[in-house]
Each structure stands twice: as C-alpha cells, then as structure tokens.
Nanobody
C-alpha cells in the first residue's frame, strides 16, 4: 500500500512561486510519481512526472518552463516547484504513485493518490 500526503498549497499573488511537496510511504514498488491538477469545473489534467531512479522528468506542454518536478529519494518525497504563477494555475494539485507500464500522462496509470492541496492564484 502507498500513502501520499501533499502539502505546500495556499493563496499566492500572480507572479509568485510555490513549492508543493508529496511525502510517500510504502513506495518501494512504485517507479515514478506524477502530479496532476484539477481546476473548478474542469477535468483533471496531467502536470508532470518524475522517476525515482534517475530522476527523469516529464511535463505537460502547458506547464513546461514554469513547473519543475524533483524528488528526494532519501525522504521519499517529490516536489513541484511552480514559478510565475498565473490565475489559471488555480486548482487542486494531486500527487500520485505510478505503478503500471502505461503512459505517465494517464491518470489510470496511477493507482494511488494523495488528498490534494489547493493552490489559489490571485490576480
């Protein structure tokens, strides 16, 4: 079983930055972690992913250049750094544990999810 706990969300002014954290327990059988977000009234959206081994990262085109995903294997924690925040980044951000061999961008590839952390960007 994998348990995920996100933190770091909050209310930020446009142009600011946030770093979200996701602490994972029981990760020994997960090969990667992903970040997703869901804005009000919209479908869940893939943000990016990072592999535990090697730290390879993958990003949605819509966030490249402003979002940075990293991991700390010793702490079993992954991070999502968001810079130059925009009001349209307002969403609940979720981390998820990737287990299967499917695409990193598919939510169905992640059987374990955190509870989410709210990010609100004011203009």
């Amino acid at each position: 079983q994998v348990q995920l706990v996100e933190s770091g969300g909050g209310l930020v002014q446009a142009g600011g930055s946030l770093r979200l954290s996701c602490a994972a327990s029981g990760r020994t059988f997960t090969s990667a972690m992903g970040w997703f977000r869901q804005a009000p009234g919209k479908e869940r959206e893939f943000v990016g992913a990072v592999t535990w081994l090697g730290g390879s990262t993958f990003y949605a085109d819509s966030v490249k250049g402003r979002f940075t995903i990293s991991r700390d294997n010793a702490k079993n924690t992954v991070y999502l750094q968001i810079d130059s925040l925009k009001p349209e980044d307002t969403a609940v951000y979720y981390c998820a544990a990737y287990v299967s061999g499917g695409s990193y961008s598919y939510g169905s590839s992640y059987p374990y999810w955190g509870q989410g952390t709210q990010v609100t960007v004011s203009s």
